[in-house]
């Protein structure tokens, strides 16, 4: 497709179990982020992978938090032994340079973890 | 601690008039400033940008203005419109420091009525 796609768009799952989230970026896009707003709050950075060079991690919020990146292409996102607070909408976004700071978002992941 | 500040949550204003969004930023090394829109249930969609090397950049009704002195920028819409309602987000990007994510402020909600 044209855009970022993620799926689920929704997932609703039950405390303590893993969830998995799919971004499929732009094709060509060598920049692959992932960020999650929670209720009421910003735009948080979890994590991003550009190109073959080592992702930055810094913003993943715990070691329940991981994310893979195949080349240039799918990104999953997993999160294990899931927590009330990690609900929130769960954004990918992809980028190509020059102009790797606009990045092109997906419409996001709704999680809810009962 | 927050590296992008944006200090209004909310913002009202009438249909024809002027919005005005501000943006405060703490980290000296910033020097890609940009505007993301977003309406309910969709993912940011870029705006407008501004390097450090300029002091304002216009597109037609935004214009986006950069004080570097004071760390602080601003996006100016004129004039408004209904359709203009919508989170914005402020975000900021060290292009010299490559391999860094955008920094995203926690938005502020425009609403604007005719």
């Known amino acids: 497709g044209a855009g970022v796609s993620q799926s689920p768009s929704n997932k609703v799952t039950e405390k303590g179990k893993d969830v998995e989230l799919r971004c499929d970026p732009i094709s060509g896009h060598t920049a692959l982020y992932w960020y999650r707003q929670r209720l009421g709050q910003g735009l948080e950075f979890l994590i991003y992978f550009q190109g073959n060079s080592a992702p930055d991690k810094s913003g993943l919020p715990s070691d329940r938090f991981s994310a893979e990146r195949t080349g240039e292409s799918v990104s999953t996102l997993t999160i294990q032994r899931t927590q009330q607070e990690d609900s929130a909408v769960y954004l990918c976004?992809?980028?190509?340079?020059?102009?790797?700071?606009?990045?092109?978002f997906g419409s996001g992941t709704q999680l809810s973890v009962l | 601690d927050q590296q992008v500040k944006q200090n209004s949550p909310s913002l009202s204003v009438q249909e024809g008039r002027i919005s005005i969004l501000n943006c405060d930023y703490t980290n000296s090394m910033f020097d890609y400033f940009l505007w993301y829109k977003k309406y309910p249930a969709e993912g940011p969609t870029f705006l407008i940008s501004?390097?450090?090397?300029?002091d304002k950049n216009e597109d037609g009704r935004f214009t986006v203005f950069l004080n570097k002195s004071a760390k602080h920028l601003s996006l100016h819409i004129v004039p408004s419109q209904p359709g203009d309602s919508a989170v914005y987000f402020c975000?900021?990007?060290?292009?010299?420091?490559?391999?860094?994510?955008?920094?995203f402020g926690k938005g502020t909600t425009l609403s604007v009525s005719s």
């Open positions: 975000a900021a990007s060290s292009i010299n420091q490559a391999g860094t994510a955008l920094i």
């Open positions: 976004a992809s980028s190509s340079p020059p102009g790797n700071e606009k990045l092109f």
């Open positions: 501004i390097s450090s090397i300029k």
